[in-house]
């Protein structure tokens, strides 16, 4: 064997013995099991609305209660904001004094609000219930990739139409704020239960 071909020989053994090593110690492209960021949640703690309000409730300690200042606001339209998790309760109000029309427009529209997300959302589920008030409400929960995953309104069909809807001032996915969802569902809930009308 001559001393070229026996240095060929040598020189393709090593870039094998080579590649082989590469190809054994490659970074494992296996998937993962789903996971979540983790989202450290506070307990939950409430304080009372302030005066000036034809309603009164509890609501989150770490949220902010900020009027809405839409073009289409009305004086009692608020926005109850969770600086720490992007996410935003509207409260919309309306007074239907005995105005059969205007309390009919309020129930349809509330409807056809939730009603939009039917395109993305995988379920609606609508159950109606009685507050410690004596409020009857009926309350709207929302799967799937929509924009709003809870909802409800309540009204004494006679004066006053309340309703609330959250959202989110963020584009990460609905199963991935799952843990934040339930924490403002379970503040929502705190809000209708002690909801109150001043007369």
Partial sequence: MTSSRFWGLALLAASAAGLLA????????TPKPK??????????????LG????YTFEYSQYAKVLRDSSYLAQPDWLNVYYPQLH??????????????RLYNKMMEDARKLTGKHQIKATSIEEKILRTP????????????????????????????????????????ANDSLAPVIEYVKYDMMKLLNSLKYNK
């Fill in 22 to 29: 590469a190809c054994s110690s490659a970074p494992d492209f």
């Fill in 35 to 48: 996971g979540y960021n983790r989202i450290d949640l506070p307990p939950h703690r409430y304080r009372t």
């Fill in 51 to 54: 005066p000036g309000h034809p």
């Fill in 87 to 100: 996410a935003n309760v509207q409260i919309t109000y309306t007074n239907v004094v005995r105005n059969r």
């Fill in 133 to 172: 008030n004596g409020m009857r409400a009926s309350v709207f929960e929302l799967e799937g990739e929509v924009p709003s995953q809870f909802q409800f309104y309540t009204t004494d069909s006679t004066k006053h139409f309340f309703r609330a809807a959250l959202y989110f001032r963020t584009a990460t």
